[in-house]
């Protein structure tokens, strides 16, 4: 019972933050009535929910609140838009901000992709993005990681978008025989 009355909180909050944001009064969202009860859960399913309506505002408003002073988006958010990004094609924008992304987080992590890919049921997107890490840790000469990322794809039966590339760059680093 207590779960679903806290489902229903956040539901709620996703959908008061993302009111706030078709509205353009974003700067409400720093208030501390509000903004204290905002968390990275809520910012990625008000991501979600305002990209369905209107893709452009969800990109904006998450540029915004990345420039607010002391305010760093969390992976799970971070994830989210690469996700809308990719889901709406814009895959250069998408590719950009997963290499910045992979920089700075362990991706390759079975447990932290695992989190990352339930969060966003579309295998389609998850292909395309599971496979941009593979080559984006493949060309960082970061073998260990392409490979996880890789072997992730296989067990959760994901096709890579890339299937040729990846034998290849493997072969041509010596990865494998």
């Not at 709620?12 to 903004?35: C, Q, R, S, T, Y």
């Not at 924008?93 to 695992?114: C, E, H, I, R, Y």
Request: contains cysteine; aromatic residues 14%.
């Amino acid at each position: 019972m207590a779960n679903l009355i806290r489902a229903n909180v956040d539901n709620e909050m996703v959908k008061a933050v993302a009111a706030v944001v078709f509205k353009g009064h974003w700067d409400n969202l720093l208030k501390p009535k509000i903004g204290s009860f905002v968390t990275s859960t809520t910012i990625s399913q008000a991501l979600l929910h305002i990209s369905q309506y209107y893709f452009s505002l969800s990109w904006s408003f998450f540029q915004w609140a990345e420039s607010v002073p002391n305010y760093k988006h969390s992976l799970q958010s971070s994830w989210t838009m690469i996700y809308i990004l990719t889901k709406q094609k814009h895959f250069k924008t998408a590719q950009d901000m997963l290499q910045k992304v992979a920089v700075k987080n362990f991706l390759s992590s079975p447990t932290v992709l695992n989190a990352l890919v339930r969060s966003n049921m579309n295998n389609d997107v998850n292909s395309h993005l599971l496979s941009w890490l593979v080559i984006f840790y493949a060309n960082s000469k970061l073998p260990h990681d392409a490979i996880q990322v890789f072997e992730h794809m296989r067990v959760c039966v994901y096709a890579p978008y890339t299937c040729l590339y990846y034998p290849s760059e493997f072969i041509g680093q010596g990865w494998v025989d």
